[in-house]
Structure formats: C-alpha cells, structure tokens
C-alpha cells in the first residue's frame, strides 16, 4: 500500500519547518529508507522564476534547507538545483536563486548550488545530467494551482529537470492539456524521485503557477510515491478527478497509486485538514477539460485565451521569451499577445513576474462558468478563482 504523510506546519519558523519536515519523514519510515551513507542527493526545488518567498510562486527556502539537513542526518551529500520555466542564461538562474532564498540557505548550509548547463537526451528528451549522475533526487514541489494542468505538484516538479529552453518546445508541440499532461508523465518516468516533499505551508490558489494569491495552509506533505502525493493533494483541495489530467495519465499507464482506497494517510487525518474554498484556476473548467464525451461537442465554442494588461506590463518581456510561437510582440509602446497564432499554453501567464497576464474568456464560456463573486469594503465586486 503507497503512503502519504500529512504533517502541520503553521509558518515558516525555520526550527518548526525543520521539526515537520523530519516528522513527515519519519513517518515513512525515516529517512534512511530512501538513502544511505555517502549517496549524492540533489535536492530539486520548484523555482518557477525570480520571485520572493512570500509570494507562493516557488518552494520556500526553509523548505530545502530542512531536506539538507535531512540529507545531512544520514551522512549523505546534498546538491540543490533546477531550471527555470522559461529560457534563462546562467546569470539569470543565479538571479532566480538568489531572488527566491535558495542562495543564502546553500550560503548557510555549505552546500552547492548545481545549474542544468548540461544534458543527456533519454527517450527523446534532454534531461540535465546531475539529475542522471546522483546516486537520487528528492523533490519538493509547491503546492499551487496552475493555468493549463489546473494543479502543480510532485509529479510535475520533475519537468523542471528538463533544461529551461526545451520546455518552451514542449509546449509547443503539445499545447493541448491532456498532451502536455503525457509529456509531464514521459519526463515523470524518466525521472521519478525517490521521495517528495511537498510545501504547503503558503500554497497557492487562483491563477497560479506564477499570478495567483498565497493561501495558508499550514501543510507539509511527503511520499516516496509522488501519484499517490498529489492525488491526497487533490482530494485536499476539493479538485474532481476527472480535470486531474496528470493524475489520470499516470493512472492509465500504471504509474503509482491513483486509488485513494489504496493509500494510507499517516499523521493527521485527511479529513481534518481539508482546505475550504480553495479556489482553482479560471482554466479549471477548460472545455477540454470536460468528460471526454462531451470535449467534441462543445471545444470549438468557449475560449480561454491570454491578454496583456497594458497597465501591469513592465516589458520585461520575460513573456516573448517563453512563448513557443512567438505570438508575443513588446516594444516601447504596446505589449500584444496574438491571439491568431497563439496556443493557448499560458506559458507567458505562467512565468510573468507582475501579474499582468490575465486569462480572458469568451462570451459563451462566461456564460457556462460565472464565478463566485463578492463585494470589497468599498462596495466593488470581485471575483474569486
């Protein structure tokens, strides 16, 4: 029977982090069931790009400073690394390490930070090649909503092992999400960690991975069995199974434990910690994301696409380079997304820094999907994703 460990953890407070991240852990078993003496570890944050601890975009640096100790405990020798979700050089990785916290915490610690500058090709993908040298890799994945996959979590952490620019390709060959949802199961395969750890101390909820709002949580979660992780994850956060498009991939290749009756909760009860109201992409209700039998019925009708909002816009244009069509244009007057060539990936959503790429929806899918709303103290509606 797969297991899943649910430990709480109320803030950031470096010992308490620590204390549960050591718990979680030792509820599997400890963690010498996953290592041993003299291994080398690299331990993979998701850094989705330059952004602050408390925004909730990327795991937070206590986090992997507790897997370092972890690694440490069993006299082990831990690497942290990863590659950004869009093209960066190496300044610009060293930028997002030092921007998220991961720098001081491998500072403070004595432990190296890796960048993914070199690649081995395994079944047609380019995985960079520390991942592939160490003796294992431990996964700590965000607990966060995301625009075209709805959840992000263990499994998908591992795309991330794929070097920066290859991922804009992906996306480009397979736009749709139930493909992109087989490509994040092929690198999966490849891949597969011994063991995830996963922070949902401040999750994300609304239009994540990258524009969302930080939510409390107060969670850390750990499984060797990444499937069965972000299945419990799902079942936390209300998702139905039928729009968990990697959970449903995974299952039908027989990959984990997609079978809730098949997996034992260790620590608190599933049930206890249920998050309320947590709100789920606008990108959720995606027609393509309907039961199969009704996808072809309605796909060509309701339409989510990506829109710039001029007044947010930096023209960093961050957005231009992850674009895999190069649908985007930004100069010194406009910032325009065309949405004749554009596929609907919402990498540029994703991976904009100030939150100025919304998802706009047409009339038919306004109709079919009207959100919640409320009213502000200052008597204007707002939505809730």
């Not at 997609?258 to 009860?269: C, K, S, V």
């Not at 606008?282 to 339409?303: K, Q, S």
């Amino acid at each position: 029977m797969s297991k899943v460990s649910i430990v709480k953890c109320k803030d950031y407070d470096s010992k308490k982090v620590i204390d549960s991240v050591f718990r979680a852990v030792s509820l599997l078993g400890g963690i010498e069931t996953f290592l041993k003496q003299g291994d080398v570890v690299l331990i993979k944050p998701n850094l989705l790009s330059a952004r602050l601890p408390e925004e909730a975009v990327t795991t937070h640096p206590e986090v992997v400073r507790a897997a370092i100790r972890l690694v440490k405990e069993i006299k082990a020798t831990p690497l942290v690394g990863d590659s950004p979700g869009t093209f960066f050089t190496v300044k610009d990785v060293d930028y997002v390490y030092e921007k998220t916290g991961i720098k001081r915490i491998a500072e403070e610690e004595g432990v190296e930070l890796v960048r993914f500058d070199k690649s081995r090709i395994i079944n047609g993908y380019p995985i960079a090649e520390v991942a592939l040298n160490v003796s294992l890799v431990i996964s700590l994945p965000k607990l966060k909503t995301h625009a075209l996959t709805v959840m992000t979590g263990a499994i998908k952490n591992t795309f991330g092992l794929v070097p920066g620019h290859f991922k804009v390709e992906c996306h480009r060959n397979k736009p749709k999400p139930r493909d992109f949802a087989k490509v994040i199961l092929d690198v999966f395969q490849i891949t597969k960690p011994h063991l995830s750890i996963m922070d949902g101390v401040l999750a994300m909820e609304g239009r994540g991975p990258g524009a969302g709002n930080p939510r409390e949580v107060g969670l850390i979660l750990a499984s060797p069995d990444a499937v069965s992780l972000d299945l419990v994850v799902s079942k936390l956060v209300g998702l139905p199974l039928y729009k968990d498009i990697v959970i449903n991939e995974a299952n039908e290749r027989g990959i984990g434990e997609a079978n809730i009756d098949n997996i034992e909760i260790l620590g608190e009860a599933l049930e206890n910690v249920k998050i309320k109201d947590f709100k789920l992409p606008e990108t959720a209700h995606r027609i393509d994301l309907l039961p199969n039998f009704l996808t072809n019925i309605f796909t060509w009708a309701v339409v989510f696409k990506p829109v710039i909002d001029e007044r947010l816009c930096k023209r960093c244009e961050i957005c231009k380079d992850s674009c895999p069509v190069d649908a985007i244009t930004v100069d010194e007057v406009t910032s325009h997304i065309d949405s004749k060539i554009c596929i609907r990936c919402f990498c540029c959503h994703e991976v904009c820094p100030y939150k100025a790429i919304f998802i706009k929806r047409n009339f038919l899918a306004e109709l079919l999907w009207r959100e919640e709303k409320k009213v502000d103290n200052r008597g204007r509606v707002v939505r809730l994703y």
